[in-house]
């Protein structure tokens, strides 16, 4: 079983970046399909952008393309979202997920589809 614990958020003014990292621990990194997901207030769950095991095969929501990289180091069992561009509606919750044994070469980006989840973190774009 995997824990997985974000950092890297705060407050930002618009335009500006911030790169969250989610760390993992207790189990074999390049086993997960990875992802971030963000959630405002009044809102679903949705997936900015997924990673498949294999780390070339990516998702990017479309408000994110562009402005938004993931990357994952599976040798330092951590995923990256590097945040650019940042504007007012990103502001949200920003949570790691885990897939365990998916698909290679594939991405998930339904909520249902991930196993472990961090704690969230919060990040926030002033106008």
């Known amino acids: 079983q995997v824990q997985l614990v974000e950092s890297g958020g705060g407050l930002v003014q618009a335009g500006g970046s911030l790169r969250l990292s989610c760390a993992a621990s207790?189990?074999?990194?390049?086993?997960?399909?990875m992802g971030w997901f963000r959630q405002a207030p009044g809102k679903e769950r949705e997936c900015v952008s997924c990673?498949?095991?294999?780390?070339?095969?990516?998702y990017y929501a479309d408000s994110v393309k562009g402005r938004f990289t993931i990357s994952r180091d599976n040798a330092k069992n951590t995923v990256y979202l590097q945040m650019n561009s940042l504007k007012p509606e990103d502001t949200a919750v920003y949570y790691c997920?885990?897939?365990?044994?998916?698909?290679?070469?594939?991405?998930?980006?339904?909520?249902?589809?991930?196993?472990?989840w961090g704690q969230g973190t919060q990040v926030t774009v002033s106008s």
């Open positions: 997920a885990a897939k365990e044994r998916g698909n290679y070469y594939r991405y998930y980006t339904t909520q249902a589809s991930y196993e472990y």
């Open positions: 207790g189990g074999t990194f390049s086993m997960y399909a």
């Open positions: 990673l498949s095991r294999s780390g070339d095969s990516i």
